[in-house]
């Protein structure tokens, strides 16, 4: 399975980004999915996950009520929606995939997830 993250770009503070990842496989439907980010200089860090269900969705707290992912209609689709931008929000974003979980669970450790994109880089400028 291949996840191909697109979206990135710089953008000024207060500015609105939307990411999507696309996968390869048509059961990616039954995937969870998480996005992750890793800031310069810093450890890969959790963002936002969504159940396969679509049911549960989790955030980290920096980025709740500024951040949304969601399932796309199309069903090998996933999308972040990043709004009011900090230029902490700076980092290369990867969204990752779990073919194996429950249908209710969002997990927020790197280590839950399968497949990785390559990642798209977010610059946020003050």
């Known amino acids: 399975v291949q996840l191909q993250a697109s979206g990135g770009g710089l953008v000024q503070a207060g500015g609105s980004l939307r990411l999507s990842c696309v996968a390869s496989?048509?059961?990616?439907?039954?995937?969870?999915t998480a996005w992750f980010r890793q800031p310069p200089g810093k450890e890969r860090e959790f963002v936002a996950a969504?159940?396969?269900?679509?049911?549960?969705?989790n955030y980290a707290d920096s980025v709740k009520g500024r951040f949304f992912i969601s399932r796309g209609n199309a069903k090998n689709t996933v999308y972040l929606e990043m709004r009011d931008l900090k230029p902490e929000d700076t980092a290369v974003y990867y969204c990752?995939?779990?073919?194996?979980?429950?249908?209710?669970?969002?997990?927020?450790?790197?280590?839950?997830?399968?497949?990785w994109g390559q990642g798209t880089q977010v610059t946020v400028s003050s």
């Open positions: 496989t048509r059961t990616f439907s039954k995937y969870a």
């Open positions: 990752a995939a779990d073919p194996g979980a429950q249908p209710v669970v969002a997990d927020e450790e790197s280590a839950g997830y399968e497949y």
């Open positions: 969504v159940s396969w269900s679509g049911g549960t969705k």
